[in-house]
């Protein structure tokens, strides 16, 4: 049984200022919110617009986050780039940085690419970042990036960088395939996270490490509480309640509406803002989601 | 009728060293025998590997580029990227050069955007170029990008940037759309770009504006030949030994062929080398490939 059971990670929302600048301290401070709410920080996934963001905005906002005295040890920053220079430059920053890992996607431009190729990426950039203490988690999210990660180029990761190839995050949406993982890789050595907390109760009981997960940026607590509380009795009913809260959220375009309600919820208009191609969520559907919300006994304690 | 009609531009290739750096003077070289041989440069495209590379490797190849004295007038480099301030950057740098043009690939990390988040990523990058001389081309391709450009939100972009919005390449593959382009849209003001020049004559007679093709890196002479004498005697019969030569390329992953085909015809192996996911072609497939194509009485002539 992996230790790492029971561990819940956010792709962490950006919050952007009126020119859509990054806002270092609305960042830092909502990173301190979900650290005290018991959930590590995956900075920088899709859930956080980390690509419409550049390499120096992301080197800013991780040096911030850093200095800001969040603990590094629970801060896993998405690294992976379409141009290897890029992902090597942030990933040496994390590993200098003292995070715990990073989530590296496939390089997502080219569509229909070989293991041999993608093989040849991550090897490139373990080789470059040529530090004993990185550790790479594999990000699978074959509906965003396209480009599925297979079982064999896992095994063949593994094997050419044992310790440094950590784990994976799946967010492929299907059960089957991340229950192929854990069966395969899982282990004290490589934690899988399932990409939805709709998995996690299903993911920690066959020895997967627990969920990164988009709204763990918005229901936290309840999250940690499903996960950590996993062998106890009412697991499936807490699980049950995650589902309907992840339910309501899906409704919506999820990064929009995860931002209005943090918008709602914490009195700062600011949090709406989402970078092009996104687009924010409009008042009408922000209502109806805060309602149904509400409704459902939803609420952000703590949120500043 | 454009002015433009019987354009043909190559996504150039680009050499890298055995450290996998772009090779400048290789490229600056390769650069002037396309220039040399009637074809203009939209440097920075799919087939350039352009989002394999750093935004700073792209600004010193242009810079290198402009600065080795190739007519900025027939330089029309890529600048898309997923974040608007690394599409800034380097549209700015096409601007104050000189450039024709920028071919501007969408946002391409999401997928299923709206034409709203598509028309205020395109905006935020007019506004805040800001200057007079932007001539943007879209660039539609949705079987890598798969985030494709509608025909409405080309009409709304070209409303609210009339003399900016000057054209699009349509990568789609589907000659009926690329017809709907131009009979919607093509004129001397909007110029319509086959991404084939197996579309060339069919895109000419109908009034686009010509082509930018992949295979113009490796068959340019012929490419342009059949361009300017789209009218004259002998027409299909051009366009017809431009498929065959196509077609032997195209039974093979494009890019890592046209690498060992310039290779090979010029004698400086580096130009074998791809970035990661893409792979290099194996030298069975370069033999293969190679006599077929001697078969066909291909030659790149003037290649150095």
Known sequence: MSQ??????????????????????????????????????????TNSEANSMTVGEKRALL??????????????????????????????????????????????????VSDE???????????????????????????????????????????????????IKDSGGDWGHTQALISRFGGDDFAVYAGSERFLLDTLRAGG?????????VNPVAIVEAARRYREEGADDRQEALNEVRGLFEAYPLIPAMKAVTAHFSGEPGWRRVRPPLVELDSAGEDLLVSSLTRNGFRMAGLR
Not at 10 to 37: K, Y
Not at 64 to 84: K, S
Not at 121 to 143: N, T
Request: glycine content about 14%.
């Open 4 to 45: 790492l059971l029971g561990d819940v990670w956010s792709p962490v929302i950006t919050p952007f200022g009126q020119d859509l600048a990054p806002d270092i301290s609305r960042f830092v401070s909502h990173c301190r919110w979900l650290s005290e709410s018991g959930v590590g920080l995956a900075v920088f996934g």
């Open 63 to 112: 040096g911030a986050l850093i200095e800001g005295g969040v603990d590094p040890a629970r801060v896993m920053p998405g690294t992976g780039h379409c141009a290897i220079g890029d992902s090597v430059d942030l990933t040496r920053d994390a590993v200098a940085g003292g995070c715990a890992g990073v989530l590296m996607l496939p390089p997502f431009y080219y569509k229909g």
């Open 117 to 167: 190729g993608l093989f040849r990426y991550y090897a490139e950039v373990v080789e470059r970042v040529g530090d004993d203490r990185l550790k790479i988690y594999l990000y699978h999210i074959p509906p965003v990036a396209q480009v599925p990660l297979s079982l064999a180029l896992i095994e063949r990761l593994r094997a050419a960088f044992p310790g440094v190839i950590a784990g």
């Open 209 to 217: 490490a627990g969920c990164i997960s988009a709204t763990a940026n």
